[in-house]
């Protein structure tokens, strides 16, 4: 049988990686600039945990782990025989996967909060696996950027986390990034004001549908939930606003005008938006998208999404502000707010557009080549002198032919070989070959040094 992998991972070679790591330096460079110090969960939590944090969609997309040993010897035939997957799950698993980093982050500010100072900053760069159908720039096993702050209502902290989000972009070379923005409040007062303020959660989750199912696929979703038609119809002036930010404000204080609710949501964004147009921007866009919703249940205030302009791509980032998240553990009154980095996204995005072209290799910068016992041993001494400098060195293990040597340079693009025989031992040089130009140099110890690591 041939070897595979799951569906929805991936393996990466050494020149992948070497991107995905440059985008990791930018991102947690940037993070740490801001104040964020980081922390890190195990990848599996108590199932108790995470399930019922993310909405009925969410719970379906969680990996379950099932419990060692015997774990069907606790099942009895009659819960056996219902055949009821929802029941029967929690009988045999008690672990899963985390879904993301934000619930497990909330689970070690409760366990910790006597530890930790307020407000607590911390960022966390960790895989997440969801049970999702894989497609372009979805996958089973990604990562997670994350930062947030917590023990703070302040929105000061929304205002730098867009801040926060222009400057790794811009970092990145990504131009023209556009961070969407909208407040739960609103999405809450919107669901009042139609009369569908029961089924909140569903409103959101439909609506946050927007952009892949068009007005008419939302509003089938919606009746699905039995909203009603007179709902719908109050709906759909939503759907029709435009304008600026602020002309898009103003026309929506006249439509949420009965919901205090609403107005507090339209007063925060207000607050927001004005502060970052009065501080600007690198190279990112701020836009009020009052359909946004992004149907987690744990959000309260500010909503953001990111999305890149010059690709056809989703979102390469996301997140909000979640005033109760810890009480769900049992610690209330702690107010939370985080954003998260799409890793993988990101990097199709900087793929497609060709912003990998100045990315720092890993592999060797020069390679000695093996002439035998006697070079090898003289070549040693210099290898670990150039290791010591911070040069990226190695020697070929055994004296093949010299073809064989060349060419296992060129296929990992070695960009430069030395070759020391018995003239070079006797001058006490080495001959440094530039691959690219094919330009060869005698040259001492300190000179090699100096040439390879200008």
Not at 292 to 309: D, H, M, P, Q, S
């Given at each position: 049988?041939?070897?595979?992998?799951?569906?929805?991972?991936?393996?990466?070679?050494?020149?992948?990686?070497?991107?995905?790591?440059?985008?990791?330096?930018?991102?947690?460079?940037?993070?740490?600039?801001?104040?964020?110090?980081?922390?890190?969960?195990?990848?599996?939590?108590?199932?108790?945990?995470?399930?019922?944090?993310?909405?009925?969609?969410?719970?379906?997309?969680?990996?379950?782990?099932?419990?060692?040993?015997?774990?069907?010897?606790?099942?009895?035939?009659?819960?056996?025989?219902?055949?009821?997957?929802?029941?029967?799950?929690?009988?045999?698993?008690?672990?899963?996967?985390?879904?993301?980093?934000?619930?497990?982050?909330?689970?070690?500010?409760?366990?910790?909060?006597?530890?930790?100072?307020?407000?607590?900053?911390?960022?966390?760069?960790?895989?997440?696996?969801?049970?999702?159908?894989?497609?372009?720039?979805?996958?089973?096993?990604?990562?997670?950027?994350?930062?947030?702050?917590?023990?703070?209502?302040?929105?000061?902290?929304?205002?730098?986390?867009?801040?926060?989000?222009?400057?790794?972009?811009?970092?990145?070379?990504?131009?023209?990034?556009?961070?969407?923005?909208?407040?739960?409040?609103?999405?809450?007062?919107?669901?009042?004001i139609i009369g569908a303020k029961d089924k909140l959660i569903d409103f959101t989750?439909?609506?946050?549908?927007?952009?892949?199912?068009?007005?008419?696929?939302?509003?089938?979703?919606?009746?699905?939930?039995?909203?009603?038609?007179?709902?719908?119809?109050?709906?759909?002036?939503?759907?029709?606003?435009?304008?600026?930010?602020?002309?898009?404000?103003?026309?929506?204080?006249?439509?949420?005008?009965?919901?205090?609710?609403?107005?507090?949501?339209?007063?925060?964004?207000?607050?927001?938006?004005?502060?970052?147009?009065?501080?600007g921007l690198k190279s990112s866009v701020l836009d009020l998208d009052l359909t946004?919703?992004?149907?987690?249940?744990?959000?309260?205030?500010?909503?953001?999404?990111?999305?890149?302009?010059e690709v056809q791509m989703g979102s390469i980032g996301g997140g909000g502000r979640?005033?109760?998240?810890?009480?769900?553990?049992?610690?209330?009154?702690?107010?939370?707010?985080?954003?998260?980095?799409?890793?993988?996204?990101?990097?199709?995005?900087?793929?497609?557009?060709?912003?990998?072209?100045?990315?720092?290799?890993?592999?060797?910068?020069?390679?000695?080549?093996?002439?035998?016992?006697?070079?090898?041993?003289?070549?040693?001494?210099?290898?670990?002198?150039?290791?010591?400098?911070?040069?990226?060195?190695?020697?070929?293990?055994?004296?093949?032919?010299?073809?064989?040597?060349?060419?296992?340079?060129?296929?990992?693009?070695?960009?430069?070989?030395?070759?020391?025989?018995?003239?070079?031992?006797?001058?006490?040089?080495?001959?440094?070959?530039?691959?690219?130009?094919?330009?060869?140099?005698?040259?001492?110890?300190?000179?090699?040094?100096?040439?390879?690591?200008?």
């Open positions: 049988m041939k070897p595979s992998i799951p569906k929805g991972t991936r393996d990466f070679s050494s020149a992948e990686l070497a991107k995905r790591n440059y985008i990791f330096d930018t991102i947690k460079r940037s993070f740490q600039l801001f104040g964020f110090e980081p922390i890190e969960t195990p990848s599996f939590e108590n199932s108790s945990t995470l399930m019922g944090k993310y909405g009925e969609e969410g719970d379906r997309l969680i990996f379950k782990i099932l419990n060692s040993g015997d774990f069907l010897r606790k099942v009895d035939d009659e819960l056996y025989q219902q055949k009821d997957a929802t029941k029967l799950t929690a009988r045999i698993s008690e672990k899963a996967l985390r879904y993301d980093l934000t619930v497990p982050f909330a689970r070690y500010v409760v366990q910790r909060q006597n530890e930790i100072s307020f407000p607590f900053k911390r960022y966390q760069i960790q895989p997440v696996w969801r049970a999702d159908r894989p497609q372009k720039g979805r996958f089973r096993e990604f990562y997670q950027c994350d930062a947030d702050v917590v023990g703070s209502d302040s929105l000061w902290q929304e205002v730098e986390f867009v801040q926060l989000y222009d400057a790794v972009f811009s970092d990145l070379g990504l131009k023209g990034t556009v961070i969407k923005m909208n407040n739960r409040k609103i999405l809450s007062g919107i669901a009042e989750v439909a609506l946050d549908k927007l952009d892949k199912i068009g007005v008419e696929g939302v509003l089938k979703e919606m009746r699905a939930k039995e909203i009603s038609e007179e709902a719908l119809d109050r709906l759909m002036p939503l759907f029709d606003l435009k304008g600026s930010n602020k002309e898009q404000l103003d026309a929506l204080k006249d439509l949420l005008a009965e919901s205090e609710e609403g107005l507090k949501g339209i007063e925060e964004l207000s607050f927001v938006i004005e502060q970052v147009e009065q501080l946004l919703a992004r149907g987690l249940n744990y959000y309260t205030g500010a909503i953001f999404e990111v999305k890149a302009t979640y005033d109760d998240l810890t009480g769900i553990f049992g610690l209330k009154g702690i107010s939370g707010v985080g954003i998260s980095f799409g890793l993988d996204r990101i990097y199709l995005v900087m793929e497609e557009l060709g912003l990998f072209s100045n990315t720092p290799g890993s592999g060797p910068e020069v390679l000695f080549i093996n002439f035998g016992t006697e070079e090898a041993a003289y070549s040693m001494k210099a290898l670990k002198e150039l290791r010591n400098a911070g040069i990226r060195a190695e020697m070929y293990p055994s004296s093949a032919k010299l073809k064989k040597q060349m060419n296992y340079a060129n296929n990992r693009s070695i960009p430069y070989v030395i070759l020391v025989g018995q003239e070079e031992m006797a001058e006490g040089v080495y001959k440094l070959k530039n691959m690219a130009t094919g330009e060869q140099n005698s040259c001492n110890l300190n000179d090699l040094i100096r040439l390879i690591g200008s």
